[in-house]
C-alpha cells in the first residue's frame, strides 16, 4: 500500500463507491488514520475484500475539495475535466477545487487513459458521486439550519435555505455526514438538468496550467530519490530475438562512478537482449553507455525495410482467405460479380512514431519492506502491472506506479515497457534508479504505428449506382502482442481481430453491401511491437476511406460532398440509438452541412488550388464523435510542393465540459493529422526504425500552422470523445483538396507529389 | 570545476568541465524546469538564457558558461517574462507542457529585442521550437498578448 497519506485530526468528507455502497460519510477520521483506510476498513468490514472501494473526492474542514483523478494527464487537461463533472453536480466552489492524480491501488479499478475514453466514461459514475455528495451536504446543512431539505439548494460550495446558507466547509465540521448509498439508489440520483449545470460548458482554467508555465510541473524524468543513480539502455539490434552475446565494458571501468553493464534477463521476453549501463551521475552514465561495446546475436527480422512489410500488407490484402471479416452486410461478392463497373484502390500509411518530447524513462527505487516504487507517466497501469509481477516475482500489491506528468502520450506511454529494464537494473544494482532512454533508442524502441495497406474495391450496378464496397485492411497489430484480451470476435465466429485497429472502417454511409476484413500483418508483428498512436486504427482506415468515397464521387461524376450527404441517410444501422450515437448519421450530416457552409464550398479557386472534404465519427461507432472537415491546399507546381491555407472542421461531440480545452484538444489533434499527412513518416531499414532524431523525423512546425477555423456545435447530448478523432479527416480531407487542385490521386501518406 | 552565475546567483558545478549544462542543470543544480528532448539543439526544451541570449542546454558543456551568466525558467523573473507567463495562462498554452519552459525562454529573447513583433516575426524566431502537442496557435496568441500587455503596461513603469 502506498499512497498519499492524508493524516488528519480534524473531521473529513469522503465519497466513493464499493461494490454494494457508496461510502459517503464518516464520523471524525482518527488522527494517524488516512480517510483511504478509514474507506477500506468499512469495505473490508462489509466483506466486500474482493473488491475495492474508489475515492473519488473528499472535502475537508476548511471547506476545500480534493478530486482524485485516475486518467494521466497528458496535455488533455483530464484533471479539470473531470473535476468540473463532480464539481457541477456537488455544487462545489470551483475555486475551492484542488486535483490530484493518483497511484496505483486496486482500489481505483481499471487505470487507463486512451482511446478518448475519459470524459465519456467517467460521466455518469462522477456526476452520481458528485449527485450523492450534494445530497449528504443539503440534508446535513438543512438539519443545522432546521429546515426541510426539499427547501434548501446547493450551488458555489453553500447550502443555501432561504436567506440564510451554511458553507461546506461548516457543515463538514459538525454536520451528520454519515450516510451509504446503494448501487441502486446511486443510480437513481436525480442528475442536473444541462440547463441547471454552473461548471460542466465553463471555460475554467486547467489546473494543471499554472506549473507548465513556471517549470515546476514534475515528469517522470524529473523526478529525484535519495541515493540515486543512472542508467542508460543499449538497445539490441531487433525487437525480437536478439541476444547480447559479449559485453566489453574495459574502457567503462576506467570512468569515475561507472556501476556496471546489467544484461537484462526479462522472465516475460518482452524485451530481449538489453543492456542497461549505470553510473553515480546522468553525464557519467552518458560517458559509459558510449564506452561499453555490446556484440549482439541479431533476430530474423535484421533485413527487413519498410518495403517488405509494404509488400507483405499488399499480399495479404489481396489473399481473400486471410484475416477476420468484421462487417458483412449485403452480398458484396454478389455485388462485385455483377457489376457493370468496378473502382479499384490501394491506400497506404508509411510508419509513425509518436515521438513523445519527453524521451520514456522510469525512476525505481525498492523500499525496505522489498516494494517496488515507480515514478514515471503512464496511460495504462492496469496493463503494465501484472506483466511487471512476472518481471519481478512480486505480486501486484508490492509494485506501485507513482504516477508523474507525461512529457506526451498520445498512446506511446500506453505500454509502460521501459519499467521492465529499469526495475530490473535497480534491483540488480540494489540502488534506486533514474533510467533514460536516449532519443536513437526511443524512436528505435517506439511503438511504432504500423505501416498499413488497405485495399478497396466498389462496385456500380446496371444504372450505375454504388452497389457495394468491399475493404482489406492490413496491419500490425498492437492489442495482439500487448493486450490480447482485448480482441474481438469476428461476425462469422471465426478468428479475432484488433477492434483498435479497424473502428474508422465502418463507417456511416448507407450502401448495399458493405464487407470489412482485417488482417494482421504478421511480418510487422515479428519486426516491430505495433502501438496504439493517436487515433489508433482510425488515423489510418480513415485515410482510406475517405479519399476512396472521393473517388467514387468522381467516378459517378458527382460532387463529394453532395455524394457524401446522400449516403449519410440514416437509414438502418445508420440511424443511431442511445446515449451518444442518438441522432446517428443525421448529425454526421449536419456538421457536414455546416462545414460546407462555412468553408464556402463550390467556390471557383486560382489554378493550382483545390478544397477536400471528409469527415470521421471519431474512435467508435458506439461512441461517436461526428467530425467534417474541408482543407483548402494550394500547390506549387515546380516542386510540389503542398501548402495547406486553411482547414475548417465542425465538431459535434455532445456536451462539451470545457470548452477551451475541448478546443485546444481540436487544434493538436488537427494539426497532428496535418503533420502526419504531410510532415510525418519513418520507414523500417535492416530491422530497425531509420529516423530516430529531429534532424530526419521532422514533425510539424510552427511555419506549417494553416488557419484553422474548428467549431463545436451546441449540444447536450451525452459526451463522447475528443483527443483524438478531430486527427481522422485530415489527411484525407488535404489528399482530396489535392485531386482537387491537380487531377493527381494520391494514395500513400505521408503525400508526397514530387 | 566550474563558477557561473545562476539566475543571479553565483554557484559552482562539480562536473567534470565537459559536462553538458543540461545535466549540471538538471542533475546538479536540481532545476528540472529545463527539459532533454532531442539532445541535438533541434527541439527547444533546453532552451536558458546565456548572458541573455537563448542557447540549447543540450550541446553547451558548462566549462562554456565559466563566469557568464545563466537564466532558467526558474529565474524568469524579468517584466517580458513574467508577461509571458501571465500570457501562457491567459491563453491556456500548454498541453502536456514539457516543451513550455523552453518555448517561454526563447519567447522572452524575443521580446526583449522585439517588443513588438509582427506574426511572421514570431513564426521565424520561434520555428526551431517542437511542440509535441502541436499547441501552435496558442504559442502564437500568447507571445501576441504578452507583447501587447508589456507595451501597455510599460508607461506605468
Redesign the interface.
Known amino acids: 500500500m502506498s499512497k498519499t497519506k492524508i493524516t488528519v485530526s480534524r473531521r473529513q468528507f469522503v465519497a466513493g463507491a464499493a461494490a454494494s455502497s457508496l461510502v459517503m460519510g464518516l464520523g471524525t477520521v482518527l488522527g494517524g488514520c488516512s480517510a483511504d483506510e478509514a474507506v477500506s476498513d468499512l469495505t473490508v468490514a462489509k466483506g466486500s475484500l474482493s473488491f475495492s472501494p474508489v475515492i473519488w473526492f473528499e472535502i475537508d474542514g476548511s471547506g476545500l475539495v480534493t478530486m482524485n483523478i485516475v486518467r494521466a494527464e ?4 483530464v484533471g479539470t475535466a473531470l473535476a468540473q463533472v463532480i464539481a457541477d453536480e456537488l455544487g462545489a466552489d470551483w475555486e475551492q477545487v484542488r486535483i490530484q492524480h493518483v497511484d496505483t491501488d486496486s482500489k481505483w479499478g481499471y487505470m487507463v487513459t486512451g482511446g478518448s475514453w475519459s470524459v465519456h466514461t467517467s460521466f455518469t459514475q462522477l456526476s452520481q458521486a458528485g449527485a450523492a455528495g450534494r445530497i449528504v451536504l443539503a440534508d446535513a446543512g438543512a438539519k443545522l439550519m432546521g429546515v426541510d431539505p426539499s427547501s434548501c439548494h446547493v450551488e458555489g460550495g453553500h447550502v443555501f435555505a432561504g436567506s440564510t446558507s451554511l458553507s461546506f466547509a461548516e457543515i463538514i465540521q459538525v454536520g451528520d455526514i454519515a450516510r451509504r448509498f446503494s448501487s441502486e439508489e446511486l443510480a437513481a440520483l436525480p442528475i442536473k438538468a444541462p440547463a441547471d449545470r454552473r461548471i460542466i460548458g465553463r471555460d475554467v ?2 489546473l ?12 517522470g ?2 523526478v ?1 530519490r535519495p541515493g540515486m543513480v ?1 542508467g542508460i539502455p543499449l538497445v539490441p539490434p531487433t525487437r525480437y530475438g536478439s541476444k547480447a552475446i559479449g559485453i566489453d565494458d574495459s574502457a567503462a571501468r576506467a570512468l569515475d562512478g561507472y556501476l556496471g553493464a546489467i544484461p537484462i534477463a526479462d522472465p516475460t521476453e518482452t524485451l530481449q537482449g538489453w543492456v542497461v549501463v549505470a553510473a553515480e ?3 557519467m552514465a ?1 560517458k559509459a553507455a558510449s564506452a561499453v561495446q555490446v556484440e549482439w546475436q541479431g533476430g530474423d527480422t535484421a533485413n527487413i525495410n519498410e518495403s517488405d512489410l509494404l509488400a507483405e500488407g499488399l499480399r495479404l490484402a489481396q489473399d481473400t482467405s486471410s484475416g477476420t471479416t468484421v462487417v458483412n452486410d449485403g452480398d458484396v461478392d454478389t455485388a462485385l460479380a455483377s457489376a457493370a463497373k468496378q473502382l479499384q484502390a490501394v491506400y497506404r500509411t508509411a510508419t509513425a512514431l509518436h ?5 520514456q524513462n522510469a525512476v525505481v527505487e525498492f523500499d525496505e519492506a522489498g516494494q517496488c516504487h515507480i515514478y514515471a507517466g503512464n496511460q495504462w497501469q492496469s496493463l503494465i502491472l501484472p506483466l511487471l509481477t512476472q518481471v519481478l516475482g512480486l505480486p501486484e500489491t508490492d509494485i506501485v506506479i507513482h504516477q508523474q ?6 498512446g506511446r506511454r500506453l505500454f509502460g515497457d521501459q519499467m521492465i529494464p529499469a526495475v530490473l537494473a535497480a534491483r540488480e544494482l540494489g540502488r534506486p534508479l533514474k533510467l ?1 532512454f ?2 536513437e533508442a526511443d524512436s528505435r524502441f517506439d511503438c511504432v504505428r504500423s505501416p498499413t495497406v488497405c485495399t478497396f474495391a466498389a462496385s456500380f450496378d446496371q444504372q450505375g449506382a454504388l452497389s457495394g464496397i468491399d475493404h482489406a485492411a492490413v496491419a500490425g497489430w498492437p492489442t495482439l502482442s500487448m493486450a490480447p484480451g482485448f480482441m474481438a470476435p469476428g461476425v462469422a465466429g471465426l478468428g479475432k481481430f484488433d477492434p483498435f485497429s479497424i473502428s474508422g472502417a465502418e463507417h456511416w454511409y448507407s450502401v448495399p453491401a458493405h464487407r470489412i476484413r482485417a488482417i494482421n500483418n504478421e511480418l510487422a508483428q515479428k519486426t516491430f511491437l505495433p502501438g496504439w498512436l493517436r487515433a489508433v486504427g482510425s488515423g489510418w482506415t480513415g485515410w482510406g476511406v475517405e479519399s476512396f468515397m472521393d473517388e467514387i464521387a468522381h467516378e459517378l461524376s458527382e460532387d463529394p460532398l453532395a455524394l457524401r450527404l446522400r449516403l449519410l441517410d440514416g437509414a438502418g444501422k445508420n440511424a443511431g440509438g442511445e446515449g451518444s450515437t442518438i441522432g446517428g448519421a443525421a448529425r454526421l450530416r449536419s456538421v457536414l452541412e455546416d462545414v460546407a457552409i462555412r468553408s464556402n464550398w463550390g467556390t471557383e479557386l486560382p489554378a493550382a488550388e483545390g478544397m477536400g472534404v471528409a469527415v470521421c465519427h471519431g474512435q467508435e461507432r458506439g461512441m461517436p464523435t461526428w467530425i467534417a472537415c474541408v482543407a483548402h491546399v494550394a500547390i506549387t507546381p515546380e516542386s510540389g510542393d503542398i501548402s495547406v491555407k486553411k482547414l475548417w472542421q465542425t465538431i459535434d461531440v455532445g456536451t462539451v465540459v470545457n470548452p ?2 475541448a478546443m ?2 481540436a ?2 489533434a488537427a ?2 493529422g496535418l ?1 502526419l499527412a504531410l510532415h510525418e513518416g519513418a520507414e523500417f531499414e535492416q530491422g530497425q526504425v531509420k529516423q530516430r ?3 530526419t523525423y521532422t ?5 506549417d ?1 494553416p488557419e ?1 477555423d474548428i467549431v463545436f456545435i451546441d449540444s447536450d447530448v451525452f459526451p463522447s470523445g475528443l483527443g483524438e478523432p478531430p486527427l481522422i479527416p485530415v489527411a484525407p480531407a488535404i489528399g482530396n483538396a489535392v485531386f482537387a487542385a491537380t487531377g493527381k490521386r494520391v494514395r500513400d501518406l505521408p503525400i508526397r507529389l514530387s | 570545476m566550474v563558477k557561473f552565475r545562476l539566475n543571479g546567483e553565483q554557484v559552482v558545478s562539480e ?2 568541465t565537459d ?2 549544462l543540461l ?1 549540471v542543470l ?3 543544480m ?11 539543439a ?2 527547444g ?1 533546453c532552451t536558458v538564457h546565456l548572458d541573455g541570449s537563448p542557447a540549447r542546454a543540450c550541446v553547451t558543456p558548462v566549462q562554456a558558461v565559466a563566469n557568464r551568466s545563466i537564466t ?3 529565474g524568469l523573473a524579468s517584466p517580458v517574462g513574467q508577461a509571458l ?1 501571465q500570457a ?2 491567459s491563453e ?10 523552453g518555448q ?1 525562454m526563447q519567447a522572452a529573447t524575443l521580446l526583449e529585442q522585439n517588443p513588438q513583433p509582427s506574426d511572421a516575426d ?3 524566431y ?15 496568441r500568447a507571445i501576441a498578448v504578452a507583447a501587447d500587455r508589456a507595451i501597455t503596461e510599460e508607461p506605468a513603469q
Open positions: 497528458m496535455g488533455q487537461h482554467s486547467a494543471d496550467v499554472p506549473a507548465k508555465t513556471d517549470g515546476s510541473a514534475q515528469y524524468l524529473d529525484t543512472y551521475t546522468m553525464p552518458i515521438f513523445t518530447l519527453e524521451p506528468y507525461l512529457g506526451g502520450g498520445y533514460i536516449d532519443r477551451s480545452g485546444a484538444q487544434e493538436g494539426l497532428w503533420s532524431n529531429l534532424d514533425p510539424l512546425r510552427m511555419s500552422v484553422l | 562536473s567534470p559536462t553538458l545535466w538538471r542533475e546538479e536540481k532545476l528540472t524546469g529545463t527539459k532533454f528532448g532531442c539532445g541535438i533541434q527541439c526544451a532558467t525558467i526558474e507567463q501562457w495562462e491556456q498554452v500548454p498541453q502536456c507542457g514539457y516543451c513550455q519552459s517561454i514570431i513564426v521565424s520561434m520555428n526551431g521550437h517542437l511542440c509535441r502537442c502541436m499547441a501552435y496557435p496558442r504559442i502564437q
